[in-house]
């Protein structure tokens, strides 16, 4: 028994037993699938599950989807290939991260098997959910820092519109010149502009509302899509466009600012009001407490 003992304390006898044990259920799923594709071949099923058939239904889940591959430019990652890898990536980490902590607490002071596997459930969870969090956080962040630099943009479309160009060379010309100094902004004009002699202003323009879903950009994407539906003057209507933004932007602030002082009232009550209240009432209470 104390060999037996000793010898499953070995991490390689470790490793082959898990390795038998993940290989059992392949040797069972693989005879099944034969058994099915016996069956799909004599008429007996309609519709027969193989590996091949199961691989791609997991390729279909869990790797690269046009949702993802928003969410990283939202975020400002422009690399369609991190995308693609984004869920292979989080299931092979998580997997590592299960074995890991499973067959080799041990050694990071877990030595109950229910530990390890609380341990390594953790892990996994931890592993699928922070990077989504970091994502969402970094949209967010991303997203409001075009909102707030579109005045800017307004104001110098309105530049290069009166210099007599047409809107679509404009958003080329802002295209390279804010690559040196502004590469987010830079990239979502540059993909406006490129859409645009593609599909055409109008989709690419709605394309940049789908991509940045905030009041500001809205109003961008409404104003040019009028003003090149009825043929208004464009000059005007930017900086008519850029005025109205910053406007929104202070009145935001203000709000910001009103709110602040409700948010607080709560640590200066905790704080500040409690420990004032104990220093003046402490006192007279050890002083009775002494008297009595």
């Known amino acids: 028994m104390n060999m037996l003992t000793n010898l499953l304390q070995n991490p390689m006898v470790r ?29 007996f099923n309609d519709g027969a599950m193989g590996w091949k058939r199961l691989f791609a239904s997991m390729n279909f889940h869990f790797s690269y989807s046009k949702d993802v591959e928003l969410s990283f430019i939202r975020a400002g990652i422009y690399n369609p ?13 998580g997997l590592l991260i299960f074995v890991i902590v499973f067959f080799l607490g041990e050694r990071f002071g877990i030595a109950e098997p229910m530990q390890r596997l609380a341990a390594a459930f953790v892990g996994i969870v931890l592993v699928i959910l922070l990077p989504d969090v970091w994502l969402q956080h970094r949209q967010k962040k991303r997203i409001r820092k075009i909102s707030t630099e579109l005045p800017y943009v307004c104001d110098l479309m309105s530049v290069c519109v009166q210099t007599g160009m047409t809107i679509e060379a404009s958003m080329t010309y802002l295209a390279s010149e804010l690559q040196s100094f502004d590469q987010d902004l830079a990239y979502v004009i540059r993909r406006v502009d490129t859409l645009s002699r593609v599909a055409g202003m109008q989709h690419a323009l709605e394309e940049m509302a789908e991509h940045y879903p905030t009041n500001q950009v809205r109003s961008f994407v409404y104003t040019l899509s009028q003003s090149l539906q009825y043929g208004s003057s464009i000059f005007e209507v930017l900086t008519r466009l850029s005025a109205n933004l910053r406007e929104i ?44």
Do not use: C, D, H
Not at 18 to 31: E, G
Not at 81 to 93: D, E, G, Q
Not at 262 to 280: E, G, N, Q, T, Y
């Open 81 to 93: 290939r991190l995308a693609a890898l984004y869920f292979p990536a989080k299931i092979k980490v």
């Open 249 to 292: 932007e202070m009145l935001e602030l203000e709000e910001k600012v009103g709110k602040l002082s409700a948010k607080m009232s709560v640590p200066l009550i905790l704080f500040i009001m409690f420990p004032i209240v104990f220093l003046i009432t402490a006192p007279g209470i050890i002083r009775m407490m002494g008297n009595g």
């Open 15 to 43: 490793v082959v037993i898990s390795l038998l044990v993940a290989f059992i259920p392949v040797l069972l799923l693989n005879r099944f699938f034969i058994r099915q594709m016996s069956r799909y071949w004599l008429g």
